[in-house]
């Protein structure tokens, strides 16, 4: 069975300060990996996604990969109140499918 | 994602009725989608589809079926429902970005 392990939280951030979320996954063979944001009753929204060791970085947010680690990241800069959500890391797990890790949920503080 | 379309948004139902759920999608992407959220569990997958004649079971498909009656519509359908199938139901697209899927608005389904 193919594993994401995320820490369920909540991680409490004072604003303006960087969050840092965390991911390991089981399945050697993943290739692809992303970051979406879960508001309370809404849908998942993608965020990032990787594919290669290293860092890629959109605006506030820096996803990082380690794939010799099994372990992917997402750090959020200058975190603000309205990145209080739930943060789900997915792996690909083959024939175009993913799996999704339970979530980390985020609370930035004012 | 305003490419995909669920319907109904919410619905409250009694055990043992029969229930489906629609997900239409307007840019004519293959791969379709369905997974159920419960608190605590995270998305778990249900069914997929990567055209209107390939259908695949995901992790959790029993008590469900689905219908792809078309490229652009995806029918998850409980055919007895039973209250533990309460809960958030999506359906995704796969725009064919490299597995990256996109996620309708959901339904939120009761079952008493």
């Known amino acids: 069975q193919k594993e994401v392990e995320q820490n369920s939280g909540p991680l409490s951030v004072p604003e303006g300060a960087i969050a840092s979320l965390n991911c390991t996954y089981s399945d050697r063979g993943s290739q692809s990996f992303f970051w979406y944001r879960q508001y309370s009753g809404k849908s998942p929204e993608l965020i990032m996604s990787i594919y290669s060791n290293g860092d890629k970085e959109d605006g506030r947010f820096t996803a990082q990969l380690n794939k010799a680690s099994q372990y992917v990241s997402l750090l959020i800069r200058d975190s603000q109140p309205s990145d209080s959500a739930t943060y789900l890391c997915?792996?690909?797990?083959?024939?175009?499918?993913?799996?999704f890790g339970k979530g980390t949920m985020l609370l930035v503080s004012p | 994602d305003a490419d995909v379309t669920q319907t109904p948004r919410n619905r409250i139902t009694k055990t043992g009725k029969r229930i489906m759920l629609e997900c239409s999608q307007t840019k004519g992407h293959d791969r379709m989608y369905w997974y159920r959220q419960d608190p605590g569990l995270g998305l778990r997958l249900i069914y997929y589809s990567f055209d209107v004649k390939d259908i695949n079971k995901g992790e959790i498909s029993d008590g469900y079926s689905v219908s792809r009656q078309a490229q652009a519509k995806f029918s998850l359908s409980l055919e007895s429902a039973i209250p533990n199938q309460t809960a958030l139901y999506f359906c995704a697209i796969d725009r064919g970005e490299t597995d990256t899927q996109y996620f309708g608005p959901g339904t939120r389904l009761t079952v008493l």
């Open positions: 997915a792996v690909n797990s083959g024939y175009s499918t993913l799996t």
